[in-house]
């Protein structure tokens, strides 16, 4: 059988665990793999990866005009200001007693981590196929690229963090 710990899910992800977990041989196997949603999914591989991402990660998809101008500026304005959103949701979670100001925390830890690595709508907002884009990976600059994944690092442990105080664990789990 099927053992997924997530919560209610759209009917698409419920098709896609159904493809790639244990219900393999089954009746449910049979009917699934040829559901037009199932056949959708397997043609889409950007589309399965935000459709199984936690709602932090799909944050990352921002239209925040200040957060995709730093996507494209020099690296080191890229890592100062990471490094100022890293801070503004550091004392967020510090100071946090609740629930929605945790939610705030993650939110800024995942506005810095959106200037690096994001999930790409398109234009219209309304892709079918969502790429993740890894702007580390365009680094040249090897000692860039490494001070690019350290600050990530750290922003999916704070955002692990507070996903864990919030009782997230599953999407903890992803951050980690």
């Known amino acids: 059988a099927c053992t997924n710990e997530r919560p209610l899910m759209p009917v698409t992800n419920i098709i896609y665990y159904m493809l790639t977990c244990s219900c393999k041989g089954t009746v449910l196997d049979e009917v699934t ?12 591989p950007g589309r399965q990866a935000w459709e199984q991402a936690p709602d932090f990660m799909k944050l990352t998809a921002t239209r925040d005009e200040a957060i995709t101008a730093l996507r494209c500026s020099p690296f080191a304005q890229r890592m100062e200001a990471a490094h100022e959103l890293r801070e503004q949701g550091s004392k967020l979670a510090r100071d946090a007693d609740q629930g929605d100001i945790l939610q705030a925390a993650i939110q800024q830890y995942t506005r810095a981590l959106s200037i690096f690595l994001w999930f790409d709508r398109g234009q219209d907002n309304a892709a079918e196929d969502i790429a993740l884009v890894d702007n580390i990976a365009l680094l ?15 922003l999916l442990n704070n955002i692990a963090t507070c996903l864990l105080r919030i009782e997230r664990t599953h999407d903890a789990i992803f951050a980690a």
């Open 140 to 154: 040249t600059d090897e000692q860039q690229a490494e001070q690019a994944k350290q600050i990530c690092a750290v």
């Open 33 to 44: 793999q040829q559901s037009p949603v199932s056949k959708q999914l397997k043609a889409r």
